[in-house]
């Protein structure tokens, strides 16, 4: 069997990988695109997309992807289902391997963004876009003048919380250890914003509710001799307690501590030549729908350059 050629390889999907593969396909790139595990990406977890732009009335996270999809195909792109199991990018061309076999790429862009970490809870799963949330900015809105709940400690987690705080009514800040990781300035922010309740020494163990989150269970931990169970009422429960970018696939690629893949300045460019990043996985600052779509024009503009200086 004939090992299959493409001159752009796109290693995942969502907003990133399906808009350079809208952008390459228009530049008759005729890319190939692999969605992975969860074609679509993290916003197809998300019941309805309301900071879209074009979209007044909001639009089902599905359905964005899907129209995506569909506009990235009707250019030509040729977008797989299957799985990336492996790229040697020790070689050019690159050398990668599928569940279609083997394929031989000039150019590849990552777009495998990353994944929200979870409290590994059975009811996380079960309040899966009826309550639990990953992304404040995403979600918020839906709980104005609600009671919600965020984990975390860092500066993530405080970052969220006073957002929300502009929207809901109350915000809990449940907090497993007995002090803060944020930074100085970020705690002495948040200590004035009144709405805010800080849950020292409290760990979830679990949610609850009909249809949808109405409590979260905790477990007051200050002491053995001291542990008891403290119930909150709140209708949205938010994680904050860290992203890890997708990035196990790519061997030498450069990121920083985090995980997060470097990118040369204001490019897409990584420290592989013919090796383009974009979306959340070489983003830990935004991570929003439109600055992944952004970022994947940007993937495909810079590697249309390369390609064309690289003949």
């Given amino acids: 069997m004939a090992t299959a050629k493409t001159k752009i390889l796109i290693v995942g999907s969502g907003p990133a990988g399906y808009t350079a593969a809208i952008y390459a396909s ?13 074609p679509g990406g993290q916003l197809t977890t998300t019941t309805t997309v309301e900071n ?3 979209f007044p009335e909001g639009i089902d996270g599905n359905m964005l992807m899907m129209q995506m999809r569909e506009q990235a195909e009707k250019f030509g792109a040729d977008i797989r289902s299957g799985m990336v199991s492996a790229i040697d990018m020790s070689k050019r061309p690159f050398a990668v391997t599928t569940d279609d076999g083997e394929i031989e790429a000039d ?4 777009a495998t963004g990353a994944t929200a970490k979870y409290l590994g809870l059975a009811d996380e799963q079960r309040y899966a876009g009826c309550g639990v949330s990953a992304c404040a900015t995403c979600d918020g809105f839906f709980y104005r003048g609600k009671n919600v709940a965020v984990v975390g400690g860092g500066d993530t987690a405080i970052e969220e919380a006073m957002y929300l705080s502009t929207l809901a009514k109350k915000v809990y800040l449940i907090v497993r250890r007995n002090e803060l990781r944020a930074s100085k300035t970020m705690q002495e922010r948040l200590a004035t914003v009144d709405n805010i309740e ?48 997708n990035t ?3 061997p030498g690629i450069e990121t920083d501590e985090q995980g997060y893949i470097k990118v040369k300045g204001s490019t897409s460019h990584t420290n592989i030549e013919g090796v383009f990043a974009c979306g959340d996985v ?15 024009c940007k993937a495909a503009k810079d590697a249309e350059l390369w390609l064309m200086e690289n003949k």
């Avoid at 790139?29 to 595990?37: A, D, F, R, S, V």
């Avoid at 150019?107 to 990552?110: F, G, H, K, S």
């Avoid at 109405?214 to 992203?243: C, M, N, P, Q, S």
């Avoid at 830990?284 to 992944?292: G, L, S, V």
Wanted: hydrophobic share 40%; proline share 5%.
């Fill in 248 to 250: 196990e696939l790519f």
């Fill in 26 to 38: 228009r530049a008759n790139l005729k890319p190939m695109l692999y969605e992975g595990m969860q």
């Fill in 107 to 110: 150019a590849v862009i990552i």
């Fill in 282 to 296: 070489c983003d830990p600052r935004y991570r929003q729908a439109i600055t992944a779509a952004a970022s994947g």
């Fill in 198 to 245: 800080v849950m020292y020494e409290h760990e979830t163990v679990g949610l609850d509710g009909e249809g949808g989150v109405e409590k979260a269970i905790l477990k007051y931990r200050k002491g053995k001799a001291d542990e008891k169970t403290v119930e909150i009422a709140i209708d949205g429960f938010f994680l904050a307690i860290g992203h890890k970018p």
């Fill in 52 to 54: 879209f732009p074009g």
